[in-house]
């Protein structure tokens, strides 16, 4: 399958704790970009991360890519109630379609 | 800032009925997509579009599946003759280049719902 696998499936925290969701993939990627979903809704860009780049950060947000492992991780810093919604990573393949994750589900508790 | 729209919000139609999905992308942008998401998975790429054609469709995008461009500023999906299992949530995507490093813009999607 080319499809990405998320992982945790599901992550419950308290406000103020961090969350790191990981994403695994298996074919060669241009990039790699995260989008946040809160319930029923669209998704919103987060960030994007280059094949050739290891890190990256976005406010409180914090992306990081092996392409060796073939993985990338998100880290949401001093999480917010806000911050509740699914997220999920999509790859850039050789064309132009994005191919998603399954998802995270985050759920932070005031 | 600039935003991809989509009408109507949410669609209820019959089995075997024809609906069309409406976007309008960010005017600037060149490539144009529909994904879709069943209710609890993930989000599929069903097609993309660019220079008033399709350049790829998945194995989802079968022959019920249409997309147009009628005027410079709408993009629209064409399910012909819908079945129970197309209720999905449809979202329209916009990018100003396809490839590299190049984000796509999502619109809020499109709630279809088959009867």
């Known amino acids: 399958s080319q499809q990405g696998e998320e992982d945790p499936q599901a992550l419950s925290i308290q406000e103020g704790e961090n969350a790191t969701m990981n994403c695994s993939y298996k074919?060669?990627?241009?990039?790699l970009q995260w989008y946040r979903q809160n319930s029923g809704r669209g998704l919103v860009h987060l960030i994007l991360?280059?094949?050739?780049?290891r890190e990256k950060h976005s406010g409180r947000l914090r992306v990081t890519l092996d392409t060796s492992k073939k993985s990338s991780s998100l880290l949401i810093t001093a999480s917010r109630a806000a911050d509740t919604a699914s997220y999920f990573c999509?790859?850039?393949?050789?064309?132009?379609?994005?191919?998603f994750g399954t998802g995270t589900r985050l759920q932070v508790f005031p | 800032e600039p935003e991809v729209t989509q009408t109507p919000s949410h669609q209820v139609t019959q089995m075997g009925q024809e609906v069309i999905l409406r976007c309008v992308p960010i005017?600037?942008?060149?490539?144009f997509y529909w994904y879709r998401q069943i209710l609890g998975q993930k989000v599929e790429f069903l097609v993309s579009?660019?220079?008033?054609?399709?350049?790829?469709k998945s194995e989802i995008f079968d022959d019920q599946f249409s997309v147009e461009r009628p005027d410079g500023s709408n993009f629209t999906l064409k399910i012909r003759s819908t079945k129970l299992e197309d209720s999905a949530m449809y979202f329209c995507?916009?990018?100003?280049?396809?490839?590299?490093?190049?984000?796509?813009?999502f619109g809020p999607g499109t709630r279809l719902t088959v009867t």
């Open positions: 991360i280059r094949s050739n780049e």
């Open positions: 999509a790859r850039l393949q050789n064309t132009d379609k994005l191919i």
């Open positions: 005017s600037n942008h060149l490539y």
């Open positions: 995507a916009s990018t100003e280049e396809a490839g590299g490093p190049y984000e796509q813009y």
């Open positions: 074919t060669s990627i241009n990039n």
């Open positions: 579009f660019y220079n008033n054609e399709i350049s790829e």
